[in-house]
């Protein structure tokens, strides 16, 4: 059980008008929670029983419902724990977390808080907290199965399993330094050498993934870009089905990059109107195309729109997909060329099949576990790095030093080392209650 002394509370459903709340504590003054604002004991322990809870400030009845009590470390932070179920009103909850703010040694938790001390206590390691926010901010169906995965332990198991073939691989050169007397079979060092290069192999594969779990969790991010009056932010309306970009006659009027997420195919993707690519004499339409062609430049995949009713020349700005808009005003059209209407939805449906195709060719989540944060990649490029130069020194003492930063960076990834300084940053997005 943990050696926090307080007890913490808060609202672990969303805040305002809803069937039912629930209102978490944990900590060591959960049960004595329980018999203050029910006036009787403690139920016993994961059953779900019918109390009236009253107000510990004036004693006036606040709501009758469910109460739960969860005894450490069989609870989810691993230390005793309750829920209250109640009625999901304004002045339920107000009144609730008003009491429960009364009561000596509790205080309302801080963002994460929850899922921190399941951490400490050991119920979960940090990857698993990780999904766990990845869950609670999943909006399609690839990134609720990617977080599910990591909360089953996808990462844990690889990285754990890494970590205990670098111990083991690292022991021999360990035992040459510290019993450089004994007889130290004449083989193992080759075998160690043999272990740590078939590792950073396997570490160095898995880097090599295009990034795409990051993509998958982040979302991938498409630009819309063209020339003027072509009709972009109309697609963006359209792709988006609400009126999220102004869309007028005079050109120049889309002047900063306007963002909208969506869901293609169970796929995550971020689409992005920008300003029409063009030689202006306006400072703010100029800055307005820098930014457009930043965007183009750093965008996973780009779509170009031009003015179907122009006839333009062949395309001159690189894009992965080509559209030519306003189909349902040109004269003529060229065969082999995408046509759309961004004002009729005629060739939409083709669009988004492409957008969805492409979306599947970078994003498909594949069998083997893959990375999902920038936190995770920069440790096992660390140890990669580590790995390597152990490899290339000679000297013991120094090959064992770096293999000793590679445990150092791997560990760091689920928490089996420098816990206290990663915490606050793994849970600083974390929601109240959680």
């Not at 031009?306 to 992965?320: F, N, R």
Request: net charge negative; glycine share 8%.
């Amino acid at each position: 059980m943990s050696a926090t002394k307080d007890t913490i509370f808060a609202l672990a459903t969303a805040s305002g008008r809803a069937g039912v709340a629930v209102i978490r504590l944990s900590g060591p003054a959960s049960g004595l929670a329980i018999e203050t604002l029910t006036r009787g004991k403690v139920p016993e322990e994961r059953r779900a029983v019918y109390r009236q809870l009253f107000d510990i400030v004036n004693g006036n009845l606040i709501d009758g419902g469910l109460v739960l009590f969860f005894r450490h470390p069989h609870s989810y932070t691993g230390e005793d724990s309750a829920e209250f179920h109640v009625h999901g009103g304004r002045a339920v909850t107000a009144a609730l977390l008003r009491s429960l703010a009364s009561l000596n040694g509790l205080r309302l938790a801080e963002r994460g808080e929850f899922t921190r001390r399941a951490v400490e206590n050991g119920r979960l390691d940090l990857t698993q907290a990780e999904a766990i926010a990845d869950l609670v901010d999943a909006e399609t169906q690839v990134q609720h199965r990617l977080a599910l995965r990591q909360f089953g332990g996808h990462l844990t198991g690889i990285y754990e399993a890494w970590r205990a073939r670098l111990i083991h691989a690292a022991a021999w050169i360990e035992a040459g330094i510290d019993f450089a007397d004994e007889d130290i079979p004449p083989e193992a060092a080759e075998t160690s050498r043999a272990a740590l290069a078939g590792l950073l192999a396997e570490i160095q594969g898995h880097l090599n993934d295009g990034r795409r779990g990051e993509l998958l969790r982040e979302g991938l991010h498409v630009a819309i870009i063209g020339p003027p009056n072509a009709g972009k932010s109309s697609l963006l309306n359209a792709l988006a089905q609400r009126d999220v970009a102004i869309v007028s006659e005079i050109p120049g009027t889309t002047r900063d990059v306007i963002e909208v997420r969506l869901d293609l195919g169970g796929y995550p993707v971020i689409l992005a109107d920008t300003a029409g690519l063009r030689e202006s004499e306006d400072q703010i339409e100029q800055e307005g195309v820098r930014r457009a062609r930043a965007r183009a430049e750093a965008a996973d995949l780009r779509i170009l729109v031009l003015d179907g009713t122009v006839a333009p020349a062949d395309p001159c700005i690189p894009a992965e997909i080509v559209v030519w808009n306003k189909a349902d005003l040109a004269a003529a059209r060229i065969q082999g060329r995408l046509w759309i209407s961004a004002k009729t939805g005629e060739g939409l449906d083709v669009l988004i099949g492409q957008l969805a195709a492409a979306s599947a060719e970078r994003l498909e989540l594949p069998e083997a576990p893959v990375l999902t944060r920038a936190r995770h990649r920069a440790a096992l490029e660390e140890a990669a790095r580590s790995i390597s130069a152990s490899l290339d020194t000679p000297e013991p003492e120094l090959a064992a030093e770096h293999l000793r930063l590679a445990l150092r960076s791997i560990g760091r990834i689920t928490g089996r080392v420098d816990l206290d300084e990663l915490l606050d940053v793994v849970f600083r997005d974390f929601c109240i209650g959680k």
